[in-house]
């Protein structure tokens, strides 16, 4: 993934929780990217996000559940759930209406 999060210059917030009754062998990681750089998006353009559930830092995990939440200083929230792909990270596209310096956050449950 080229465009990794920077950690205090993203353009919107997104939130990941998971949720699953399996267990897992190693810890679970999330990395994230965007299809540009992040301090170059634009009021109102499409930003695209891509996310991947990892385990042991490494290998992709398949079949976990998602929920994700969007949040931005334009006051406006997205959400949504989503099931791990270890083919296919999670692709979240969204935009924002006003210029804005956030950092992100990731978190896992």
Do not use: H
């Not at 995990?61 to 969007?70: C, F, I």
């Amino acid at each position: 993934m080229k465009n990794q999060f920077p950690s205090n210059v993203a353009v919107a917030a997104i939130v990941l929780s998971l949720c699953s009754a399996g267990a897992m062998a190693g810890p679970l990681s999330l990395i994230g990217d965007t299809d540009k750089s992040p301090i170059t998006y634009k009021a109102g353009e499409k930003m695209v996000f891509k996310i991947q559930l990892l385990e042991d830092e490494s290998k992709p995990v398949d079949g976990r559940k998602l929920k994700w939440e969007r949040r931005g200083d334009d006051q406006k929230t997205e959400n949504g759930k989503a099931v791990s792909s270890a083919a296919n990270p999670l692709t979240i596209e969204t935009s924002i209406a006003v210029p804005s310096i956030r950092s992100e956050c990731a978190n896992k449950i």
